[in-house]
C-alpha cells in the first residue's frame, strides 16, 4: 500500500509565498517523475510542473520563472516553492508518482488548497 501526503496549502495575500511538500511512504518503487498539478474551480486538472529521476524539469508558463520544483529522492519527497502568488494560482493543488516499473504506476496525493488574496 502507498500512501502520498501532501502539506504546505493556506491562505496566502498575492505577491507572497509558500512551499508545497508531498513524500509517498510503503511499496512505492522506482519512483520516475515527480509533478505538481492544480485544478480550480470550473476549471480541468492541469500541470504545474514537474521533474523526471534525471532532474529535468518542465514548468507551465503561467509560472515559469515564480514556481520551483525539486525532490528529494531520499525522502520520496516532491516540494513546490512558490513566489509571487496571484489571485489565479487559487486552486487545489496535488501531488504525482509515476514509477518505472513495468507495469507503471501512477499515485496522487489528496489535494492541498492554495488561496491567494487580491
Known amino acids: 500500500q502507498v500512501h502520498v501526503v501532501e502539506s504546505g496549502g493556506g491562505l496566502v495575500q498575492a505577491g507572497g509565498s509558500l512551499r508545497l511538500s508531498c513524500a509517498a511512504s510503503?511499496?512505492?518503487?522506482?519512483?520516475?517523475?515527480m509533478g505538481w498539478y492544480r485544478q480550480a474551480p470550473g476549471k480541468q486538472r492541469e500541470l504545474v510542473a514537474a521533474v523526471t529521476s534525471s532532474a529535468n524539469t518542465n514548468y507551465a508558463d503561467s509560472v515559469r520563472g515564480r514556481f520551483t520544483i525539486s525532490r528529494d529522492n531520499a525522502k520520496n519527497t516532491v516540494y513546490l516553492q512558490m513566489n509571487s502568488l496571484k489571485p489565479e494560482d487559487t486552486a487545489v493543488y496535488y501531488c504525482?508518482?509515476?514509477?518505472?516499473?513495468?507495469?507503471?504506476?501512477?499515485?496522487w496525493g489528496q489535494g492541498t488548497q492554495v488561496t491567494v488574496s487580491s
Open positions: 510503503g511499496s512505492i518503487f522506482r519512483i520516475d517523475a
Open positions: 504525482r508518482f509515476t514509477t518505472a516499473t513495468i507495469p507503471a504506476y501512477e499515485y
